[in-house]
Nanobody, 118 residues
Framework: QVQLVESGGDSVQPGGSLRLSCAAF????????MAWFRQIAGKARERLAS???????HYADSVKGLFTVSLDNAKNTLYLQMNSLKPEDTAMYYC????????????WGQGTQVTVSS
C-alpha cells in the first residue's frame, strides 16, 4: 500500500503563486509515476501534470508554461509549482501515484484546497 499526503494548499490573490507538495509513504518502490489532478466544484477531475522516476514530465495544455511539476525521488515527494494563478484555478488538488503514467492511477491523496480570490 501507498499513502499520499498533500500539503501547500492555501488562499492566494490572483497572480500569486503556490507550491504544492505530495509525500508518498509505504510501498513506493512500484510507484514509478506520480501526478497532479484537480477537481473544480461541479466538474470532472482534470489531470494537470505527471512526472516519472526517469525524468519524463507531461502537462495538460491548460497549465503548460504556468505550472511546473517536479519529483524528488530520494524524498518520494512530488511538487507542483503554480504561478500566475487565476480565480479559475480554484479547486481541490489531488496527488496520485501508479506504476506508470499511462493507465489508471491506483493511489490517491486526500487533496489540498487552493483558492484564488481577491
Amino acid at each position: 500500500q501507498v499513502q499520499l499526503v498533500e500539503s501547500g494548499g492555501d488562499s492566494v490573490q490572483p497572480g500569486g503563486s503556490l507550491r504544492l507538495s505530495c509525500a508518498a509513504f509505504g510501498d513506493t518502490y512500484n510507484t514509478h509515476c506520480m501526478a497532479w489532478f484537480r477537481q473544480i466544484a461541479g466538474k470532472a477531475r482534470e489531470r494537470l501534470a505527471s512526472a516519472d522516476r526517469y525524468g519524463n514530465r507531461h502537462y495538460a495544455d491548460s497549465v503548460k508554461g504556468l505550472f511546473t511539476v517536479s519529483l524528488d525521488n530520494a524524498k518520494n515527494t512530488l511538487y507542483l509549482q503554480m504561478n500566475s494563478l487565476k480565480p479559475e484555478d480554484t479547486a481541490m488538488y489531488y496527488c496520485a501515484a501508479s506504476g506508470n503514467c499511462y493507465g489508471t492511477f491506483n493511489y490517491w491523496g486526500q487533496g489540498t484546497q487552493v483558492t484564488v480570490s481577491s
